[in-house]
């Protein structure tokens, strides 16, 4: 099984919000960041076996880069 880079967000009442950024539309939610990573594995299997073969693209090209932006205001 190919490898996916996830992206968690703690929510302001709790818990996690999980985003798949290479499955468009895979997102996950748990209470704890364990739960949550187990929900994001979860969603990524059913997203798999579920979404059209072109619409299931792998992290092994994505580049990853932070951009800074001067805050204006």
Known sequence: M???RTFLRKKPE??????????????SHG?????????AKEAIELYSETAHPQDV???EDVLEYTVTVNDHG
């Not at 209470?31 to 929900?39: C, N, R, S, V, Y």
């Open 14 to 27: 709790g818990g996690f919000t999980v985003i798949v950024p290479s499955l468009y539309g895979c997102i």
């Open 2 to 4: 190919p490898n996916y």
């Open 57 to 59: 693209r792998s992290d």
């Open 31 to 39: 209470e704890t960041l364990e739960i949550a990573t187990q929900m």
